[in-house]
């Protein structure tokens, strides 16, 4: 085992992420020796997350499918640099997120909504009861209503409070983790997802429950 | 409607996570791999320029040192080429400035400087027939000649005469005098001074008669006065005295002509003037 891949373990504390990082390093190391077909498979196990994050961060639907794809295309032309010294999602991840920010940065402002219609089936069944009991035939109108409030408001907070806040609460990743693809310390990420949250309280205050 | 009577609890992560249900249907991932397969075979066939591969070949961290070495580097040759310049600027200067010093005062007496190359600058009221008069008149026409002067001097120094051999705005300025000399002397008098003008006025004391006729009159009157003074053919009588003559072609030669005399005359063959 090499000194990149004792450092990548010390990082991922989790079993099963590390698990999947000694894949997708396999996987890696079939693409670099000529594989190209091989890298179908990254793109296959790592579209949907990597899409997630890029429309939340931008809530559009378009932008985030060129942006998505665009990440993937930097990640085919870079992967011989890839030398294991962190997992390949965390990498993945590092280069969709800045392609995204560079994006934003261009079009800071330009906003314009194109959001992904509500999967009831996806949703936690019980959230959705709580929070459309009593509306009737309303309901659609008001998880639409709720979706587009939701939107506006992750659309205020600053784009490392937002990023922050989308690879934690929505896409699941650790607080380690998150330091490693924004490039910071986790104390600065517990600090900034404190404070995003305290925003969107705020902000959404009113479909919020006391 | 936002309602706040909820019976149950609603956190802000609650909300946060519906937004996972946002999903794409299996349509868009169709579409979207299409478009990422295209993506992939044009990024294999075309050919990325060499600037974007080169931040993957330094460490983030040289990226201030090397800045700083190429601002200084630039600077330093900036600063080096610009002192040459100034250097040549200022040799140059000083260049000019001998050789106009030098035209003006480095012409020994005695020495005749024969065989001029430069422009025909003698003034008409030379006297070539005299040696002494020749010798002074080279004296006055030497800003046209720097370099025969130049060669026929016996202690010139060796940078003058590089300078002068190199340098062509010296030529050029030497021959601007010597035409200027020569279309206006009074400007050329008041210009260098009365080291020049006042020897060509000695010079010109015995200028022959008919010498006096080629200067360039202006004026009605005193064209008639030298015609005049050509069809009587004026005396030149042996008696008259150098004086005399010095007298009259200093009064011709004034620009003040028609000023300074009052009254001509016609006796026989004899032009009177009253001043």
């Known amino acids: 085992m090499n000194l990149s891949k004792v450092f990548t373990k010390a990082i991922i504390t989790s079993p099963e992420r590390q698990q999947e990082a000694d894949a997708d390093f396999t996987i890696v190391k079939q693409v670099q020796a000529g594989d190209v077909a091989a890298f179908d498979k990254l793109i296959l196990k790592y579209r949907e997350r990597l899409f997630g994050v890029v429309y939340n961060l931008t809530a559009n639907r378009e932008d985030a499918s060129d942006l998505t794809q665009d990440a993937f295309i930097k990640a085919f032309q870079s992967i011989n640099r890839f030398q294991g010294s962190c997992s390949f999602f965390t990498w993945l991840y590092k280069i969709a997120l800045n392609t995204t920010l560079s994006h934003l940065r261009k079009n800071r402002l330009r906003t314009f909504f194109s959001l992904e219609k509500l999967n009831e089936e996806g949703a936690d069944a019980q959230v959705l009861e709580q929070l459309t009991e009593k509306k009737g035939a309303d309901r659609d109108t008001y998880l639409k209503e709720l979706q587009e409030k939701l939107n506006e408001a992750l659309q205020k907070l600053s784009i490392p409070h937002r990023t922050v806040i989308t690879l934690f609460e929505i896409d699941g990743l650790s607080h380690s983790e998150i330091a490693q693809v924004v490039g910071c310390s986790e104390g600065t990420v517990r600090s900034r997802l404190h404070y995003a949250k305290q925003f969107l309280q705020g902000e959404m205050g009113n479909y919020l429950s006391s | ?275």
């Not at chain 2, 051999?165 to 050329?188: C, G």
């Not at chain 2, 020897?199 to 008639?224: C, D, F, H, I, Y």
């Not at chain 2, 005399?244 to 004899?270: I, M, P, Q, T, Y």
């Open chain 2, 1 to 275: 409607m936002p309602d706040s009577h909820h019976p149950s609890k609603v956190t802000i992560e609650d909300l946060l996570r519906l937004k996972k249900s946002e999903r794409p249907s299996a349509d868009f991932w169709s579409n979207f791999e299409r478009e990422l397969r295209q993506k992939q075979l044009s990024a294999l066939v075309g050919k990325r320029a060499w600037w974007h591969d080169l931040p993957h070949y330094f460490p983030r961290r040289v990226y201030l040192p090397i800045s700083a070495a190429a601002v200084f580097t630039f600077t330093l040759i900036s600063v080096s080429r610009y002192n040459a310049v100034q250097v040549e600027r200022s040799q140059a200067a000083v260049a000019s400035t001998a050789v106009a010093t030098f035209t003006n005062t480095s012409v020994p007496d005695g020495k005749s400087a024969v065989g001029l190359d430069s422009a025909p600058v003698s003034s008409p009221l030379v006297n070539r027939a005299d040696p002494k008069v020749s010798a002074n008149a080279e004296r006055s026409t030497t800003i046209a000649a720097v370099r025969t002067t130049a060669e026929a001097q016996p202690e010139p120094s060796a940078k003058s005469d590089a300078l002068e051999e190199d340098s062509p705005s010296a030529r050029s300025i030497a021959a601007n005098f010597a035409r200027l000399e020569q279309s206006d002397p009074e400007l050329i008098s008041s210009v260098l001074g009365s080291r020049l003008s006042s020897r060509a006025k000695v010079q010109s004391s015995p200028t022959p008669v008919l010498e006096l006729a080629s200067l360039q009159m202006n004026g009605g009157r005193r064209t008639r006065l030298v015609a005049s003074y050509n069809d009587h053919h004026f005396n030149t009588d042996t008696n008259a005295s150098d004086a005399v003559r010095e007298k009259l072609a200093r009064r011709l030669e004034d620009h003040d002509f028609n000023d300074h005399f009052s009254r001509v005359g016609l006796n026989g063959d004899k032009v009177s003037l009253r001043f």
